[in-house]
């Protein structure tokens, strides 16, 4: 139903900028909810932003509010994470996840994409 692919990740020196992509195959992009969540080597999965199916809420962790932006687009089919200011401590990989409307889970994830911040 929907598939989800990464990309945009790469090495960044601290206090860079990576803006990472989520590609969706879907016709029903408008009506998915997506988020993006990293998991570090040997930690649990964490969320980091999420955006609505128009795109006009969104919902950040605590730990990278005011430093990263989730946006779509859904003309292409596109949900962006613009990262600022990245710490190492942002090092992870990021996986881009879509929900439907009503549902409380996300039941699609991508392959990740890896994101190394050097200090």
């Known amino acids: 139903q929907v598939q989800l692919r990464e990309s945009g990740g790469g090495l960044v020196q601290a206090g860079g900028s990576l803006r990472l992509s989520c590609a969706a195959s879907?016709?029903?992009?408008?009506?998915?909810?997506v988020g993006w969540f990293r998991q570090a080597p040997g930690q649990e999965r964490e969320f980091v932003a999420a955006?609505?199916?128009?795109?006009?809420?969104?919902d950040y962790a605590n730990s990278v509010k005011g430093r990263f932006t989730i946006s779509r687009d859904n003309a292409k089919n596109m949900v962006y994470l613009q990262m600022d200011s990245l710490k190492p401590d942002d090092t992870a990989v990021y996986y881009c996840?879509?929900?439907?409307?009503?549902?409380?889970?996300?039941?699609?994830w991508g392959q990740g994409t890896q994101v190394t911040v050097s200090a």
């Open positions: 996840a879509a929900r439907g409307r009503l549902s409380t889970e996300y039941n699609a």
């Open positions: 879907t016709s029903i992009f408008s009506r998915i909810v």
């Open positions: 955006i609505t199916t128009s795109g006009d809420s969104t």
